[in-house]
């Protein structure tokens, strides 16, 4: 079955009613199929990209992921050296990987691989692909765990080859991935089945005859992917791949420039991906209103919404006392966090400029004439301007807002976050430690407990160990109990005095942060001071103060797929 007869199979174009006007590339199709990819997403959003530097482009490039709502993103040509940041904002999780094979005599940072994938998602790295040594083509692959299963997504780039290269620029498609659970997005500067306007090549030959072979049907529609000079015609270089039982819950379309050659191409699979926990919403103490979050804590309790009733136990009472601090302080403190919005500096003038920019680009396309290329130039200049002139203002704005007392680590990490040097998220690699291998973060986590437990013991030989508990034990039958006053209760001046000193910090597991347990009222300290005073007297504590939260933090220079390396 050729590509065209499964595309015909399954019936996998879209459809919207306008047929009858002869031509598929209408404006009412274009306009009503983006609302309805906008409004009924149903899957994985997945954009592609031969970025052509993603330094020079990152700020349009966030603002199309973020428009276009992308889950995970494809980059060719990112063109960092190994030690070069990645520029990215929070909320993604960046897998790379540079170029190791350059040009003859030369090792500047071009080519590079990066797949950006949300941090909501439950992604991990798979191993590259096995390439016979001196391979020019560069490989990246991560999986994401989705409802049906999973879904392996590929990103390749083959670089162009020229006469005094000196590199093995073959496609090597007998290592390329197969099944039902792959997806390809490629630049593989070759020109094939899909590429209807250049002549097919023999790479392009390759390629549809190693598809249809494996049952990979190329989702490419025909509209070129790349825009070449005034004089050449726009052809398609890159290629998206999906195995054909797939092929009927998969779109593709392509997308509004974001300044380079080639066009951003998004495929939506219908598979909806399984999700890490969202991170919570923290409470914004900075917009707290304490009087009403005290007089609420004071309703709670003359409720009896919370009451020490005998007989409760103590993991009971202090459920109920945390239930009530966190009620109170969902309704009276406001929250952030959830929802990631979008750049504090990106205005209306930002988005006009960058419609211009849009709408003389596509102009050009059009007509490729001098005139309208620099038309072209100068709105992409004018939205350079509105860029620099919206972060300045920005930085201007929140300098003038600053409080002498504001931790310095705050501002620096703005800082960082304006130059695109924002804190690296964890990496996202499998991990291995001897013959245990951790991919989940929850596979993460056991094997990280062991090695901590291991590292955290003092090894005693045993014989010495029951010896010594032995002595003590019997110490403790024999000792006199003297009269002395660590069996009487904590007053609420000490209380007091212990509130006074905590520091701010972060919340553990039960979400209650010192700064809610220092500006308690008079009535909810008393019932804090009767949990202590009963812990002690019954020598317990609640469950949840056994908890803790302990975030891995990877050390300078070390392979981040050890666990030692935390």
């Known amino acids: 079955m050729t590509t065209k007869e499964v595309k015909d199979h399954f019936n996998y174009r879209w459809h919207c009613g306008c047929e009858n006007l002869g031509r598929r590339d209408t404006q009412h199709h274009r306009a009503t199929k983006k609302k309805n990819d906008q409004n009924q ?7 592609q990209l031969n970025i ?9 490039l966030e603002k199309l992921l973020e428009d276009e709502r992308v889950d995970i993103a494809l980059l060719q ?6 030690e070069t940041p990645t520029p990215t904002g929070k909320g993604w999780n960046v897998f790379r990987t540079e170029r190791k094979i350059h040009r003859t005599g030369t090792d500047q940072a071009q080519g590079g691989l990066a797949i950006l994938c949300r941090d909501t998602l439950n992604t991990c790295r798979l191993n590259d692909l096995n390439l016979p040594a001196g391979a020019a083509l560069e490989t990246l692959g991560v999986e994401v765990k989705t409802t049906k299963g999973r879904l392996e997504i590929w990103n390749i780039y083959r670089p162009p080859a020229r006469s005094d290269d000196g590199r ?3 496609l090597y498609l007998d290592y390329w991935p197969t099944g039902r659970e792959i997806f390809i997005g490629a630049d593989v500067n070759a020109h094939g089945s899909w590429d209807t306007v250049e002549h097919q090549d023999q790479l392009g030959s390759e390629i549809d005859d190693w598809s249809a072979a494996h049952q990979m049907v190329i989702l490419n529609d025909g509209r070129p ?30 997308l509004d420039t974001v300044g380079s050659d080639h066009l951003p191409i998004l495929s939506e699979v219908e598979d909806r991906p399984l999700g890490n926990k969202k991170p919570p919403r923290n409470f914004n103490f900075k917009r707290a209103d304490w009087t009403k979050y005290q007089e609420e804590i004071e309703r709670l309790i003359n409720n009896e919404i919370y009451a020490e009733t005998e007989g409760r136990s103590l993991e009971s009472q202090y459920n109920s006392f945390a239930d009530m601090i966190r009620k109170a302080a969902k309704k009276t403190i406001p929250t952030t966090g959830g929802a990631k919005q979008g750049k504090a500096w990106w205005n209306e003038e930002c988005a006009q400029a960058r419609k211009n920019y849009r709408t003389e680009f596509n102009n050009w396309r059009r007509t490729r004439t001098e005139e309208d290329r620099e038309k072209m130039e100068d709105a992409k200049t004018r939205l350079n301007i509105k860029i620099r002139e919206g972060k300045t203002k920005a930085w201007r704005e929140y300098a003038a807002s600053l409080d002498p007392r504001e931790p310095s680590t705050k501002v620096w990490n703005t ?7 924002s804190k690296k998220p964890l990496p996202k690699e499998t991990i291995k430690e001897g013959n245990r291998v951790a991919r989940t973060d929850k596979e993460k986590a056991e094997l990280a407990v062991l090695t901590y437990a291991e590292v955290s013991r003092v090894k005693v030989e045993r014989a010495k160990e029951k010896e010594a508990y032995m002595k003590v034990r019997e110490h403790l039958k024999s000792a006199p109990i003297e009269d002395d006053d660590t069996g009487e209760d904590f007053c609420l001046a000490e209380l007091q005095r212990a509130l006074h000193k905590t520091k701010r910090g972060a919340p553990g597991k039960d979400k209650i942060s010192p700064l809610l347990l220092k500006n308690l009222p008079e009535a909810g300290q008393e019932a804090l001071l009767n949990i202590f005073n009963r812990s002690w007297k019954e020598g317990r504590l609640p469950g949840q103060w056994k908890n803790a939260i ?6 300078p220079a070390k392979d981040p797929k050890q666990i030692k390396s935390y």
């Open 41 to 47: 997403s149903k899957g994985l959003r997945i954009c």
């Open 52 to 60: 052509e530097g993603w330094r020079s482009k990152k700020v349009m």
């Open 77 to 82: 040509e990112t063109k960092l050296q190994k």
């Open 168 to 170: 093995d620029a073959a």
């Open 225 to 254: 992917t790349r825009v070449r000079g005034a004089t050449e015609t726009d052809v398609t270089p890159d290629v998206t791949m999906m195995h054909a039982s797939r092929l009927h819950l998969t779109s593709w379309r392509i």
């Open 415 to 421: 800082l960082r976050g304006m130059d695109g040097r």
């Open 550 to 555: 302990i975030i891995p933090i990877p050390k």
